[in-house]
T-cell receptor, first 120, second 111 residues
Framework: DTEVTQTPKHLVMGMTNKKSLKCEQH?????MYWYKQKAKKPPELMFV???????INESVPSRFSPECPNSSLLNLHLHALQPEDSALYLC???????????????????FGPGTRLTVT | LAKTTQPISMDSYEGQEVNITCSHN???????ITWYQQFPSQGPRFIIQ?????VTNEVASLFIPADRKSSTLSLPRVSLSDTAVYYC????????????WGAGTKLIIKP
């Protein structure tokens, strides 16, 4: 099974709502990622977990709160978002975080289909 | 300033070979070069990864010159279903821990 699943596929939320995005993989990968992608732009890295510990936070506003309950699951909790946060949110996983001497992104990443988020 | 640069768009025809070149001016010795394909409303999908010279798999080839400051993704005999955005991932951010995504090349295959 080389699939990364994400739920929900679409989400519309108001600026005062609290919601969560969920991501799951069963490939035994030990690194999991959250990306944000705006239209016609490449994915932007938000958070990376390695062995269930937060390894990278790309200075993401605190209204986004990641959680890794176990090695297969990754959540992104959303609270008090702004309309400019509307985007496609992608989850990805990889075998490990980095190759020896390498960088984040040096392992093949498997992406989920994304959650299309609209903040009204 | 570290940059990963690729053409914004390309057109080709079914059955042709397509080559997309990416420049990554701030690549270090241990950095891998990776290409992803993305269809609308889907997550990116890994195509190929290489470190030097040439790598080939069942869908593409990747050519990397000796200085590794550029790479070329080669798609043999493309079909309409190869219409997608192709991202090059290479070079490192000045923060020195993360590879940089190129802006993506929109490839349109015509019949």
């Amino acid at each position: 099974d080389t699939e990364v699943t994400q739920t929900p596929k679409h989400l519309v939320m108001g600026m005062t709502n609290k919601k969560s995005l969920k991501c799951e993989q069963h490939m035994g990968h030990r690194a999991m990622y959250w990306y944000k992608q705006k239209a016609k732009k490449p994915p932007e890295l938000m958070f990376v977990y390695s062995y269930e510990k937060l390894s990278i936070n790309e200075s993401v506003p605190s209204r986004f709160s990641p959680e890794c309950p176990n090695s297969s699951l990754l959540n992104l909790h959303l609270h008090a978002l702004q309309p400019e946060d509307s985007a496609l949110y992608l989850c990805a996983s990889s075998q490990a975080l980095v190759r020896t001497g390498g960088l984040v992104g040096s392992y093949e990443q498997y992406f989920g289909p994304g959650t299309r988020l609209t903040v009204t | 300033l570290a940059k990963t640069t690729q053409p914004i768009s390309m057109d080709s025809y079914e059955g042709q070979e397509v080559n997309i070149t990416c420049s990554h001016n701030n690549i270090a010795t241990n950095d891998y070069i990776t290409w992803y394909q993305q269809f609308p409303s889907q997550g990116p999908r890994f195509i190929i990864q290489g470190y030097k010279t040439k790598v080939t798999n069942e869908v593409a080839s990747l050519f990397i010159p000796a200085d590794r400051k550029s790479s070329t993704l080669s798609l043999p005999r493309v079909s309409l279903s190869d219409t997608a955005v192709y991202y090059c991932l290479g070079g490192r951010r000045d923060s020195n821990y993360q590879l940089i995504w190129g802006a993506g090349t929109k490839l349109i295959i015509k019949p």
